[in-house]
């Protein structure tokens, strides 16, 4: 998730720098999403080797308990906290003076992840009720789509493609970050403390009081965090939402060169691409694979449902949503974007990973049979997804590129007119 706006601002990294004055810093290497998801990527690859040669030792160490959660736990009520932290930061961007503040603008890629996460969920549902070995509780699972990703693979294969592509796959993660949001709060909360939750609604509120009266020494609002985190995970209502809200409480300033949402995203988001998400998928993705679970892959119905909901769901639902809204409302593709390219972000949006592992847990918190079938499912899903996706975009970019070496002088219009590419 990057703005351009935000680039154009001096900022001070909270790591030192390598070495000379021109070179890279860590943390900006860290905020560079091809870093992030092959940090990602390799995570989870270690994952699925350690589960593979020592399932024992993975899984004690997973299972293994520090203070009162175990490590898995923490990796995925505690540190996924603080992604969830940067996704609220964004969401509030985008509210404020981003594609969201704009809804007539975003009108195609909104409705388009309202539709990409209906279809995946309907499809799983129909294969699991259709099923006398089916699951139901699993229709979240092939909701989500995997932004850092996503974005990691439109920018390794992305290089010709328009501007608007990757407008259009931004504004549609994040409007399907916020759907997953939802999802887990109204769905995934149960056993509701009044007190543990008016605990954590107070810590939100201190720290909105706090922001609207410009008060911007982060050490004062570590603690508040973790407090906040604290009581939301004892409310029932499940600990991520605590980072949503207070990113979404944060206070931006437009034109300001001192942002908040800049300066908190600044600090945090190298952390949570470099460690938090790695972590997760490394407490996540160690799935044994064995020749049963590869069979079990194209006929068990969760991990059919999960699979054809982010591959054919995907791609059914943004397609769909994306042509209905364009044909029956004044709204447009962005300029120079064609079918096809949507067709192409629609297949890159089921690289599903982070949330959906994250739904598989909340599916499926005691069944560790059925949450390693549905996270196998997920890995394999969103592979396919990357490799498919990234290789339609690619010639999507190059098709591009050598329809604006014909035409130099000409500027590319909105799909469905007679002078763009094909």
């Known amino acids: 998730m990057t703005d351009s706006r935000k680039n154009s601002r001096p900022r001070m990294s909270i790591l030192r720098p390598v070495t000379g004055p021109n070179a890279l810093h860590l943390s900006d290497v860290l905020r560079n999403e091809t870093t992030g998801g092959l940090l990602m990527l390799a995570a989870t690859v270690a994952a699925l080797l350690w589960a593979n040669l020592s399932q024992h030792s993975y899984h004690f160490i997973r299972e293994l308990a520090v203070g009162p959660l175990t490590i898995e736990e923490w990796a995925a009520d505690g540190l996924l906290t603080i992604f969830f932290f940067i ?11 981003g594609s969201l503040s704009r809804p007539a603008d975003a009108l195609v890629p909104i409705v388009a992840a309202v539709c990409g996460m209906a279809f995946p969920a309907g499809i799983y549902t129909v294969f699991n009720l259709l099923s006398s070995q089916g699951h ?3 229709w979240a699972i092939p909701m989500a789509t995997d932004i850092a990703f996503a974005l990691a693979v439109l920018a390794i294969v992305g290089s010709g493609l328009p501007q608007a592509v990757r407008a259009f796959l931004l504004t549609l993660a994040i409007a ?3 759907g997953s949001i939802i999802v887990i709060a109204v769905f995934f909360s149960s056993g509701l403390d009044i007190w ?3 605990g954590a609604i107070g810590c939100i509120a201190l720290w909105g009081v706090m922001q609207h009266f410009h008060i911007d020494n982060g050490w004062w609002y570590v603690p ?3 407090v906040g985190w604290w009581c939301m995970l004892h409310s029932g209502v499940h600990a991520t939402i605590a980072g949503v809200a207070f990113g979404l409480l944060t206070r931006t300033e437009e034109d300001a060169l001192d942002d908040p949402v800049d300066r908190w995203q600044h600090k945090v988001e190298p952390w949570s691409a470099g460690a938090v998400v790695p972590f997760f998928a490394l407490m996540s993705a160690g799935v044994e694979v064995s020749k049963e679970t590869f069979l079990g892959l194209w006929t068990h119905p969760i991990s059919l449902g999960i699979i054809c909901g982010l591959i054919g769901g995907k791609v059914i639902g943004i397609t769909l949503g994306s042509w209905l809204t364009a044909r029956f409302t004044s709204a447009e593709l962005g300029r120079g974007v064609v079918w096809r390219d949507i067709i192409a972000v629609a297949t890159l949006a089921g690289i599903g990973f982070t949330v959906s592992m994250l ?10 049979a059925f949450a390693d079938e549905a996270k196998a ?3 394999v899903a969103s592979f396919l997804a990357a490799i498919l996706g990234g290789a ?3 010639h999507r970019g190059k098709r591009h590129s050598l329809w604006e070496q014909k035409h130099p002088h000409e500027v590319p219009v909105a799909a469905g007119t007679s002078n763009n590419t094909d």
Request: net charge negative.
């Open 224 to 226: 508040i965090f973790i």
């Open 176 to 178: 399907d970050d916020l």
């Open 392 to 394: 339609m975009l690619h």
């Open 136 to 138: 139901p509780a699993g």
């Open 196 to 198: 543990w939750l008016l």
């Open 377 to 379: 499912s997920v890995l």
């Open 359 to 368: 739904m598989t847990d909340l599916s499926f918190p005691k069944d560790h």
């Open 87 to 97: 996704a609220g930061l964004e969401l509030k961007r985008e509210f404020v003076e």
